[in-house]
């Protein structure tokens, strides 16, 4: 990453002591949605498989995280790797039967939406994870060891610091032989695989790191809300939101998937505050109008907008 990213974002450290705490929700929120739609970026903006299923990793991490902290005792920092590591296994079973059979692009799509739509359904048919009734987690007394506070300041820099560590290890793959790999498989599968990439290998890898990294979030969410509502952690609404992010950012690059979930993340709270009572859904529409716009205008997204039409 180069000298002026750094300093973009050394500049989030003091903002929610510019702004004020009325506006902290939605600073976590940016930094979510940016940590996730970073992550998808591994596998849909790096290696062109484009997954509408990423809720499936994100909600299993919420809740195994959960799991092993309430009946466990596990600190949720531990949790986190469970998490994380219960989303890579889902993730390797959902690539090897979707890349063994050479499933790609719009078949690849529809596969991820329809495991992460059968987990969303055998969720909601279990008690002991609270079925369609949420699951709840327990309130502990303030610490940082259990990831509870008596304000939201402490989760947007816990937020931001691991956005900035998935940044420093997206730029680590991008740069590494591995990405490379990756690029290659998105620009031209077959010519890759003649040049002797393995091209499962390369795209297991790409799943397992970007669920990996999704389940962990999945615990960032869970302990903030001390509430996981099936419905929202594993419903279709959030894969494609993570793909729309990355999309009108800018696919493939390092930055333009937190860029886009900045944007959109500032336009759809901006929306739900001043039309959502009398429009519900309104954010969407507007989001599918930017994603329109987009699409027309500048379609290597707002980082290719940036870059100019020569880089």
Do not use: C
Request: no cysteine.
């Amino acid at each position: 990453m180069n000298r002026y990213a750094l300093i973009g974002l050394a500049l989030f450290i003091p903002l929610p002591w510019i702004i004020g705490s009325s506006f902290h929700y939605m600073l976590i929120m940016m930094i979510l949605y940016a940590y996730l739609a970073t992550a998808w970026n591994i596998l849909g903006g790096f290696t062109g498989q484009l997954s509408l299923g990423h809720s499936l990793f994100f909600g299993m991490g919420a809740y195994a995280s959960s799991v092993v902290s309430v009946y466990y005792g596990f600190s949720p920092w531990l949790g986190m790797l469970v998490g994380g590591a219960v989303a890579a296994v889902l993730a390797l079973f959902v690539g090897v039967l979707s890349f063994h059979y050479g499933l790609r692009g719009p078949y690849f799509a529809l596969a991820s939406i329809a495991f992460s739509q059968a987990a969303l359904t055998l969720v909601l048919n279990i008690d002991f994870l609270g079925a369609a009734s949420g699951y709840k987690i327990p309130l502990k007394p303030p610490s940082l060891l259990d990831l509870q506070f008596t304000s939201k300041l402490p989760f947007y820099y816990i937020g931001l610091g691991m956005l900035v560590a998935l940044l420093l290890i997206t730029h680590l793959i991008r740069k590494g032989q591995m990405g490379y790999y990756f690029m290659a498989i998105r620009d031209n599968e077959e010519l890759a695989q003649g040049l002797g990439v393995n091209i499962i290998r390369y795209k297991l890898a790409a799943t397992l790191i970007s669920a990996f990294f999704t389940g962990i979030a999945g615990t960032f969410y869970a302990q903030y809300y001390l509430y996981i509502d099936p419905r929202d952690v594993m419903g279709i609404d959030l894969s494609i939101e993570l793909a729309l992010f990355s999309i009108v950012g800018g696919t493939g690059t390092l930055f333009g998937p937190m860029i886009g979930a900045f944007v959109l993340t500032v336009i759809g709270e901006l929306t739900r505050s001043f039309i959502g009572a009398a429009f519900s859904g309104g954010h969407v529409m507007v989001y599918g109008l930017i994603l329109m716009l987009v699409i027309i205008f500048i379609p290597k997204g707002i980082m290719g907008f940036i870059r100019g039409p020569n880089r």
